[in-house]
Each structure stands twice: as structure tokens, then as C-alpha cells.
């Protein structure tokens, strides 16, 4: 059976992504689109949720790529429409509203599905088999990029729910809750917000795994030339190093040659399969830390920022 998918919010992630990643995989189609503004191209475009659920029953599936401020109704409205559900990360806003689209899409028997693109780079899962041999000694995330760059226009960043520079961060998190053994713990977080704005441009994150080790984490968005989306592990083997938000991984000196599927193509053939064996995937730790920080993190303000 060929999936027909609705995509809520054709924004810059639904265009660089989402669509031709969609055009590419085996047993999913493209049905329509609502979003506010803009045009899909090949189908048909609504303005609401509501008005493509109504007019298109070839919708089995709905994509969420709009902010997350606005992700938990669009789900709730999609799930007790019957439909299953794709999450673009984060899954939400907030902790409580990921835990209740569990429970609604359980009662309603669809798939739910919290993506995590940069789980699917193509350096974490080698570099989660290396580690789970190697003896640990301490980690360190450097993920800095410019948000002129990367975000230009997206005001919603900036505001609550928005996360700020843990939009990016959230992705590091992903992976370092993917590659590492047991539970990471926060033990404290500096969030660093302009005084024109709600959400931290930079943040220091100190965390801890099950076993003790040492984890540190910079995120920043005020970086300007090279861009770093970097995790060092030392380890008593020595160091093994994710680059590029996972797409490159060396070890101990040494470049590793990676499968290069693409994080997107790999996220849409779990999605479904999912849905083929009516699954659900719903991994929260990275969302959870992200959560504790802004519960525990010192706040100190900084420099307006204006774009
Ligand atoms: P974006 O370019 O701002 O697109 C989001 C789209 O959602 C907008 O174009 C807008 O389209 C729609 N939308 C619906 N309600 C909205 C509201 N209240 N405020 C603003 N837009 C609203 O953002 P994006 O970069 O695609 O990111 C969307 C999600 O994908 C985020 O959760 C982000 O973390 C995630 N993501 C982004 C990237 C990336 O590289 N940009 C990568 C991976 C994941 P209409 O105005 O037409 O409704």
C-alpha cells in the first residue's frame, strides 16, 4: 500500500527536504499540501489542516513541518482524524504535549513518529558501535552557526517555544543520546539571551552520563566563518570525532568511510515501515534535556540581536 501524505507548513525545511525526499521513497506520495502562504507545485494546495483533511481522503499520513508552537494542535486535529503522523523535530513544545499525542494516537491506533534527522547521518550509528567497545573518558559538543545564515526570517525562533539556538543544539543532543550508553544527565546549563528576545542565542550545557563521564556543550548562534556541528568523544582508544552534524566520523586519526544515504531518505523508510507494521516511534531524551536546561539553566542576558 503507497502512503498518501498531507504536508502541514511549506517552509524552508518542507522544500529542502521533505518534498523531493517524498518524490524519492518507495511507498509514500504526495497528496497535498496546507500551508498559509505559498504554493505546492503538482498538487493541490489548502490553507488549513482542516480544509485538506476535508477535501482529500487519499491522506493517510500527515507531515508536520511547521514551528513547533503550532505542532501539538495540527497533530491532535490530524491523530483523531484517523491519520498517522510524521513529527519534524522537535516533537513539540513542551514535554506534556509530546506525552499526550502518544497517548491520543495509542487510542486512536495510528503511528506516531518523532523524527530526528541527525540521528540518521551517516557517521552515528558507526560511531555508536565504536563506542559501545571503546572505555570513555570525557565528551565535547561544539555546535555554532550563524543564525543570519541559517534561519534568516524566522521569527518564531525567538519566541517561547521557539528554543532559540536549541533548534540546532537539539539536533547534537540527538545524537549524543543516540550514541552513547545509558541515560545523560544535566547537572547545570548557562542560557544566554539577548535582551531583546525570548529564546537563549547561545547556551553552555554541562551533563553527565550513567557511568560519571563528563559531557560539555557550546551552542551559539552568533558564529561567523567555518560553522562547527562537532562531538569529541576521548576515549582510552582514543579520540573519535563527528563532524559536519554527523556526515563525516574519525577515529583515532583515522576518516571512516560512511554509507551516504541521506538523513531525509532515511527518516521517510522508518516512517514507513511504521506505519506498515503500526508502530509507533517516540524518543524523547533530547527533547527532555533541552527541557531540563531551560528548567535549570542560569539566565544571563546579552546584546540585542537584530537581524
Ligand atoms: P520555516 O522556514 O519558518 O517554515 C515553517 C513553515 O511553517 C512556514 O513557512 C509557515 O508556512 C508554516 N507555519 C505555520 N504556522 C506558523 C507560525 N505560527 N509561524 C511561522 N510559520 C508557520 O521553518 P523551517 O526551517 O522549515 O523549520 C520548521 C521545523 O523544521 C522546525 O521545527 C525546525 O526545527 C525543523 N527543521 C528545520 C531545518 C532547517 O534546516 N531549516 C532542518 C531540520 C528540521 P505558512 O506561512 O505558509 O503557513
Not at 38 to 51: C, H, I, K, M
Not at 99 to 120: P, Q, Y
Not at 176 to 190: D, K, S
Not at 194 to 209: D, E, H, K, V
Amino acid at each position: 500500500m503507497t502512503i498518501g501524505i498531507g504536508l502541514v507548513g511549506l517552509g524552508k525545511i518542507a522544500r529542502d527536504q521533505h518534498l523531493p525526499t517524498i518524490a524519492r521513497t518507495e511507498g509514500a506520495r504526495l497528496v497535498a499540501v496546507a500551508t498559509r502562504n505559498g504554493e505546492a507545485e503538482g498538487v493541490p494546495t489548502y490553507r488549513d489542516l482542516g480544509a485538506m483533511l476535508a477535501a482529500e481522503p487519499g491522506v493517510d499520513a500527515v507531515v508536520m513541518c511547521q514551528p513547533p508552537q503550532v505542532r501539538f494542535e495540527a497533530a491532535r486535529t490530524a491523530i483523531e482524524a484517523g491519520k498517522h503522523v510524521f513529527l519534524e523535530k522537535p516533537p513539540g513544545a513542551t514535554l506534556s504535549e509530546v506525552e499526550a499525542l502518544i497517548g491520543l494516537a495509542k487510542a486512536r491506533g495510528v503511528t506516531l513518529f518523532a523524527s530526528w534527522h541527525s540521528r540518521e547521518a551517516g557517521g552515528v550509528a558507526p560511531a555508536r558501535g565504536w563506542l559501545a567497545r571503546a572505555e570513555l573518558h570525557k565528551v565535547a559538543i561544539a555546535w555554532k552557526e550563524d543564525v543570519r545564515v541559517w534561519h534568516p526570517g524566522q521569527t518564531w525562533i525567538w519566541e517561547p517555544g521557539g528554543f532559540g539556538v536549541f533548534d540546532p543544539g537539539i539536533n547534537a543532543l540527538s545524537i549524543l543520546t543516540a550514541i552513547l550508553p545509558g541515560t545523560v544527565r544535566l547537572t547545570a546549563a548557562t542560557l544566554e539571551t539577548p535582551s531583546n528576545r525570548q529564546a537563549p542565542i547561545a547556551a553552555q550545557l554541562t551533563m553527565q552520563t550513567a557511568a560519571g563521564i563528563p559531557i560539555a556543550a557550546e551552542f551559539d548562534f552568533r558564529q561567523t566563518g567555518p560553522q562547527s556541528w562537532d562531538i569529541r568523544v576521548e576515549t582510552a582508544q582514543g579520540e573519535l570525532l563527528l563532524s559536519h552534524g554527523g556526515e563525516a566520523l574519525e577515529i583515532a586519526g583515522q576518516t571512516q568511510q560512511l554509507a551516504g544515504g541521506g538523513e531525509y531518505a532515511g527518516l521517510y523508510r522508518r516512517f514507513v515501515e511504521l506505519v506498515r507494521s503500526g508502530a509507533s516511534d517516540v524518543e524523547l531524551a533530547p527533547l527532555r534535556l533541552v527541557a531540563d536546561a531551560f528548567l535549570c539553566g542560569k539566565r544571563v542576558e546579552v546584546a540585542a540581536f537584530e537581524e
